[in-house]
Nanobody, 122 residues
Framework: VQLVESGGGSVLAGGSLRISCAAS????????MGWFRQGPGKEREGVAS???????QYADSVKGRFTISRDNAKNILFLQMNSLKPEDTGVYYC??????????????????WGQGTQVTVS
């Protein structure tokens, strides 16, 4: 599967942004999907995930502010980000693994990655 992120940009602290990930292929609904980010000088970290069957998982740092969702009919994954903080700045990556029933925030539980989209909060 190929993943292409979009919707990144610059926003003031306290603002909102929605980023998207378009996936190729016809079996999108069978994939575990996740959002990861990598800030300047930091390791890549899991932000939000949604299993192919059920369940969502969020990093503690974004709980209550970010919402992951998917449109299986259009093969699109979304991340709605509200109350953004400067520490949310980074490159946001979409990731996928076929057959992942539940969510996961571990980079090791994904096989496909997008090229990333930059989010800057100032």
């Amino acid at each position: 599967v190929q993943l292409v992120e979009s919707g990144g940009g610059s926003v003031l602290a306290g603002g909102s942004l929605r980023i998207s990930c378009a996936a190729s292929g016809s079996t999108f609904s069978t994939y575990r999907m996740g959002w990861f980010r990598q800030g300047p000088g930091k390791e890549r970290e899991g932000v939000a995930s949604m299993g192919s069957i059920a369940g969502t998982q969020y990093a503690d740092s974004v709980k209550g502010r970010f919402t992951i969702s998917r449109d299986n009919a259009k093969n699109i994954l979304f991340l709605q980000m509200n109350s953004l903080k400067p520490e949310d700045t980074g490159v946001y990556y979409c990731a996928a693994r076929q057959g992942g029933a539940g969510p996961s925030l571990s980079i090791w539980n994904y096989d496909y990655w997008g090229q990333g989209t930059q989010v800057t909060v100032s």
